[in-house]
């Protein structure tokens, strides 16, 4: 099993930045593929980046909505991946959650993902 905890969500203004934070215990978090995704209200959970297993490369992948202002990076001895977003806008407004996968590749189907966190709450006003 493996053990999602997120942090760094909060309050925004637009083009204003957050990083948040996604510590992962219960396996060898080199060997897990990281990815967020994130909920707006009323909407359906939707892909936001993922970053593969380490040994594969630690590949990147972005949806189109976040490039150039979004960035995941994983820190290995922390078990920790991270989301940088900067120049935020009212539309990141969401929960955003982490998830994980054993080897994976950072996919954007959540159905790849055995693992998720609880969580946390990014709002953007405008």
């Known amino acids: 099993q493996v053990q999602l905890v997120e942090s760094g969500g909060g309050l925004v203004q637009a083009g204003g930045s957050l990083r948040l934070s996604c510590a992962a215990s219960?396996?060898?978090?080199?060997?897990?593929?990281m990815s967020w995704f994130r909920q707006a209200p009323g909407k359906e959970r939707e892909f936001v980046v993922g970053v593969s297993w380490s040994w594969s490369g630690g590949r990147t992948y972005y949806a189109d909505s976040v490039k150039g202002r979004f960035t995941i990076s994983r820190d290995n001895a922390k078990n920790t991946v991270y989301l940088q977003m900067n120049s935020l806008k009212p539309e990141d407004t969401a929960v955003y959650y982490c998830a994980a996968d054993s080897y994976g590749n950072g996919s954007p189907d959540e159905r790849a993902y055995h693992y998720w966190g609880q969580g946390t709450q990014v709002t953007v006003s405008s």
């Open positions: 219960g396996r060898t978090f080199s060997n897990l593929a």
